[in-house]
């Protein structure tokens, strides 16, 4: 019913636009108490054995929502009834700010992908902090953490401290953003040096805690298999718990859309099925190359239960959906669950 009826529609709107409107009708409707219990049953997984234990988390089931979606921690209770795992807010900020101009959303149908260059528009951590003091239902929140666009690279290391801080008593992991495309000068902090800098400090920070929080990092798809392997180095010698593979991609190689249309449409990181492939190889080549000594989180493409099947199969622990959960719809995390 969904891609016969509910998209159909909801793809007449900009892509931005439907998503603030379908954010407000789902907080008026879970209103009703009756609602989210109704939804929940229609979605939640039943399958059993989903249940996984990965850094020390037990997770109901291996399917999350990806960072993008619940930038703001307005919507991860009612999101959670259908049926996710796991819900990953941000990425967040110390300070707010609007992110790039509009348009900064834009569909490929051809190619179920997305195009955005939203910039980290989000309301601030402490916006967030006073919604996640809410979380009574005890949904698994990952708090994605970035940098403010003002702040240069040189001080980056300052507005990551920040935001962990203020969320720490308030998400049950931490996933370190430095691959979005859309912050100018963002992807250099992906770099060796500054990178190991960064997490090394977080880590020696996050040890001080008498109960510390796993830190993920969030790489982009675009890595050379050199990177790759300064990843596995700095995973290892930074102790953080793993990554989450991948983000967008900058790439437009082997779309169906015309050259017109990506033209008119212009920068932005690229997600949905175009990244599948390349996503699942990086999670291969990390979980290969390194032993499989860190968990991974794959993310990227996922449309189907056989493309999440596929990120375990090259070696991720848990899945996330962005793209997929809009061009398929949310009976997807019960597809997925059901099938494994």
């Known amino acids: 019913m969904y891609k016969l009826l509910i998209r159909p529609f909801l793809f007449l709107f900009s892509p931005e636009s439907i998503h603030h409107f379908t954010f407000r009708f789902i907080k008026i409707a879970f209103a009703f108490p009756f609602v989210k219990s109704i939804v929940a049953s229609l979605h939640k997984p039943t399958a059993p054995n989903l249940e996984r234990e990965v850094f020390g988390i037990k997770f109901p089931n291996p399917v999350g929502l990806a960072a993008g979606f619940d930038k703001d921690a307005k919507l991860f209770d009612e999101l959670s009834a259908f049926g996710f795992g796991f819900i990953e807010i941000g990425t967040l900020t110390p300070k707010p700010q609007q992110g790039n101009d509009k348009p900064r959303l834009f569909r490929l149908p051809e190619d179920s992908g997305l195009i955005n260059r939203m910039g980290f528009n989000n309301e601030g951590a402490d916006a967030a902090v006073k919604r996640l003091k809410h979380n ?159 968990p991974i989180i794959g993310v990227g493409g996922i449309h189907s239960p056989d493309d999440a099947i596929e990120k375990l199969n090259a070696g991720a622990t848990l899945v996330q959906l962005y793209t997929g959960f809009i061009y398929e719809g949310p009976a997807l995390v019960k597809r997925i669950c059901e099938k494994l």
């Open 136 to 294: 009574s239902n005890n949904v698994i929140i990952g708090g994605n953490i970035g940098k403010n666009k003002v702040t240069p690279n040189e001080d980056a290391i300052h507005d990551y401290i920040y935001c962990f801080n203020v969320l720490f008593d308030h998400v049950h992991y931490f996933v370190v953003n430095v691959s979005s495309p859309n912050t100018p000068g963002l992807r250099d902090l992906q770099e060796k040096e500054p990178l190991t800098k960064l997490l090394a400090e977080l880590q020696k920070r996050n040890n001080a805690r008498l109960k510390p929080k796993p830190i993920l990092l969030k790489i982009a798809p675009d890595l050379t298999n050199s990177q790759l392997d300064d990843i596995i180095d700095i995973v290892r010698d930074t102790k953080i718990a793993g990554v989450i593979a991948t983000n967008t991609t900058i790439s437009r190689e082997g779309l169906k859309s015309t050259t017109e249309e990506l033209k008119a449409i212009g920068a932005g990181g690229l997600s949905g099925l175009p990244v599948r492939k390349r996503s699942t190889e990086v999670i291969r080549y990390l979980s290969e190359k390194s032993g499989k000594s860190f």
